[in-house]
């Protein structure tokens, strides 16, 4: 099951793959390596036809090279940095995440369980670490999974030009900025892009309350992973039905947290799994059927805007409203 395939050919297409989209990332501002990956490999696997010893090593890197980089990517969470953000923003965090799955729900209500799931968490969360976290919870099709990817990331990047206009524009405080900031843009990557064109405090701040947003990822997991057992035939809530990669990633996130490895260990193991997402991420591009893509595409991108107008509408009255209450 865990064979590893045997094709050269293979794995040379997946690592050019991802060793150009890391060369090109910091000349195309906005989307990032993975989501370059991403277009590279659609286009990529559309326009040839691969042998099935290729294919199997796709379908390997979309498997199991996305569970094992989900474990790893926890090493990059730190709980304790919650101690250093106020009780109003962790529960203005936890409302949000909570809203955002929620009109998922409302605003995808004729696509898949998966994919309503799919642009929910990548859009309440961390946008792609979330959509590769749930996805194999969710059996997500690789269509699913790279159009939930798509649609989230560009959204991220019109908030990157957006939000800072709108902080300026609402005379946001530098507190408030942030929290506008690290509570809505789906990745890292938006929030340090948007933040920082604001200020380097905003920045600073946004980025805290966007890892906060982070450490509810597991418990979301555990959430969906739950719901989903109950669409099928048992309805217990059983330890079973947990993919094992969740409970690898909750235990790299402890071991952060725990302080038991150096920082440069920890730091290390996140940067091989951000390497394996870019890998997986690449097979799953060089899956994926993009006529099937195209025909989902008008509907997710509706719906994945719709839950981005009522997560800026829901912070901005919060925003007053706290005003309001000093």
Same mark, same amino acid.
């Given at each position: 099951m865990f064979q590893i395939p045997k094709n050269g050919i293979g794995w040379l297409i997946l690592l050019g793959i991802a060793v150009l989209a890391t060369f090109l990332a910091p000349y195309i501002p906005g989307p990032g390596a993975i989501t370059i990956?991403? $277009?590279l490999s659609l286009l990529l696997g559309n326009l040839v036809s691969?042998?099935?010893?290729?294919?199997? $090593?796709?379908?390997?890197?979309?498997?199991?090279?996305?569970?094992?980089?989900?474990?790893?990517?926890?090493?990059?969470?730190?709980?304790?940095?919650?101690?250093?953000?106020?009780?109003?923003?962790?529960?203005?965090?936890?409302? /949000?995440?909570?809203?955002?799955?929620?009109?998922?729900?409302?605003?995808?209500?004729? /696509?898949?369980?998966? /994919?309503?799931?799919?642009?929910?968490?990548?859009?309440?969360?961390?946008?792609? =670490?979330?959509?590769?976290?749930?996805?194999?919870?969710l059996k997500a099709t690789v269509?699913?999974?790279?159009?939930?990817?798509? $649609?989230?990331?560009?959204?991220?990047?019109?908030?990157?030009?957006?939000?800072?206009?709108?902080?300026?524009?609402?005379?946001?405080?530098?507190?408030? =900025?942030?929290?506008?900031?690290?509570?809505?843009l789906q990745s890292v990557g938006h929030v340090?892009?948007?933040?920082?064109?604001?200020?380097?405090?905003?920045?600073?701040?946004?980025?805290?309350?966007?890892?906060?947003r982070i450490l509810?990822?597991?418990?979301?997991?555990?959430?969906? =992973?739950y719901r989903m057992s109950k669409n099928s035939a048992d309805a217990k809530l059983k330890l079973s039905i947990i993919p094992n990669y969740v409970w690898g990633f909750m235990i790299a996130a402890i071991i952060t947290s725990s302080g038991l490895f150096p920082v440069v260990y920890t730091k290390g193991l996140e940067k091989t799994g951000n390497y394996l997402l870019l890998l997986?991420?690449?097979g799953i591009g060089l899956s994926i059927n993009l006529k099937q893509m195209v025909k989902m595409g008008p509907q997710a991108a509706l719906s994945g805007s719709l839950i981005f107008a009522t997560q800026i509408i829901a912070l901005v009255i919060l925003l007053y409203g706290m005003r309001m209450l000093g």
């Amino acid at each position: 099951m865990f064979q590893i395939p045997k094709n050269g050919i293979g794995w040379l297409i997946l690592l050019g793959i991802a060793v150009l989209a890391t060369f090109l990332a910091p000349y195309i501002p906005g989307p990032g390596a993975i989501t370059i990956a991403l $277009v590279l490999s659609l286009l990529l696997g559309n326009l040839v036809s691969w042998s099935e010893k290729s294919i199997q $090593v796709f379908k390997y890197a979309e498997k199991h090279l996305l569970a094992a980089a989900t474990i790893l990517l926890g090493f990059g969470l730190n709980v304790m940095l919650l101690q250093q953000l106020s009780p109003i923003y962790l529960l203005i965090i936890v409302f /949000m995440v909570a809203l955002t799955l929620l009109s998922s729900q409302w605003y995808c209500g004729k /696509m898949t369980l998966s /994919m309503r799931w799919l642009l929910g968490a990548g859009s309440g969360i961390c946008g792609n =670490s979330a959509i590769a976290a749930t996805a194999p919870a969710l059996k997500a099709t690789v269509t699913e999974i790279g159009l939930a990817v798509t $649609v989230v990331n560009l959204l991220g990047t019109i908030g990157i030009f957006l939000f800072p206009a709108m902080a300026k524009a609402l005379e946001l405080s530098t507190s408030e =900025s942030a929290l506008f900031t690290g509570a809505i843009l789906q990745s890292v990557g938006h929030v340090v892009a948007a933040g920082y064109s604001i200020s380097p405090e905003t920045g600073a701040l946004a980025l805290l309350i966007k890892m906060g947003r982070i450490l509810l990822l597991g418990p979301v997991i555990l959430f969906i =992973s739950y719901r989903m057992s109950k669409n099928s035939a048992d309805a217990k809530l059983k330890l079973s039905i947990i993919p094992n990669y969740v409970w690898g990633f909750m235990i790299a996130a402890i071991i952060t947290s725990s302080g038991l490895f150096p920082v440069v260990y920890t730091k290390g193991l996140e940067k091989t799994g951000n390497y394996l997402l870019l890998l997986a991420m690449s097979g799953i591009g060089l899956s994926i059927n993009l006529k099937q893509m195209v025909k989902m595409g008008p509907q997710a991108a509706l719906s994945g805007s719709l839950i981005f107008a009522t997560q800026i509408i829901a912070l901005v009255i919060l925003l007053y409203g706290m005003r309001m209450l000093g």
